[in-house]
């Protein structure tokens, strides 16, 4: 094949990019795209005191939850948290840290696992109460901690994981009195 031959070939290839780009800035020149316009669909404003909710119910004080409590109950809800700790005594901390014998353990105390500066800083023990706010809503009883959990919202079930964590201890922390 001489030159020719190769100069032929090229021009050819060449001819037929230009005519690809070519042809893609006249598509542009001759038809021009629509905005996408408003997305989703508009809901109505809601009104003021049309199906107002009514106020949440509230909840029995610890105490009396506690009285009722059942300990079975609370272990099979305290799986949601096996995930990130362990419940055995001279357990290893996972992501949090082992909760045997929690209940009048110092805040942010459990040797080897490192707490966020907040939870060192809210000082005290564990009490039953401060368990209880503290799974209700872990980022707002503790502003600033590190433990990614929504909470439990249920009252009843929180009474469950607390009765469950007092049989987890060499010396069970009496529940307060209703």
């Not at 070939?9 to 408003?38: N, Q, R, S, W």
């Not at 506690?66 to 949601?80: C, E, F, I, P, Y």
């Amino acid at each position: 094949m001489d030159s020719f031959e190769l100069n032929k070939v090229a021009g050819a290839v060449l001819g037929a990019l230009l005519l690809a780009m070519g042809t893609g800035f006249v598509a542009e020149l001759i038809y021009k795209p629509k905005p996408a316009g408003d997305r989703g669909y508009a809901l109505p404003a809601a009104e003021e005191n049309a199906g107002a909710a009514a106020p949440a119910a509230k909840e029995e004080p610890l105490p009396v939850r506690l009285a009722s409590a059942d300990a079975t109950k609370g272990q099979a809800a305290a799986k949601k948290c096996m995930a990130c700790h362990s419940f055995e005594k001279g357990g290893p901390n996972k992501v949090g840290p082992d909760l045997y014998g929690v209940v009048e353990r110092p805040k942010g105390s459990h040797e080897g696992f490192g707490y966020s500066a907040a939870m060192k800083a809210k000082g005290g023990n564990w009490t039953y109460e401060d368990l209880d706010h503290f799974l209700h809503a872990p980022k707002q009883y503790v502003q600033g901690t590190i433990m990614a959990f929504a909470g439990v919202p249920s009252g009843a079930e929180r009474a469950d994981i607390l009765a469950y964590l007092k049989t987890l201890s060499d010396k069970p922390v009496d529940f307060p009195k209703p």
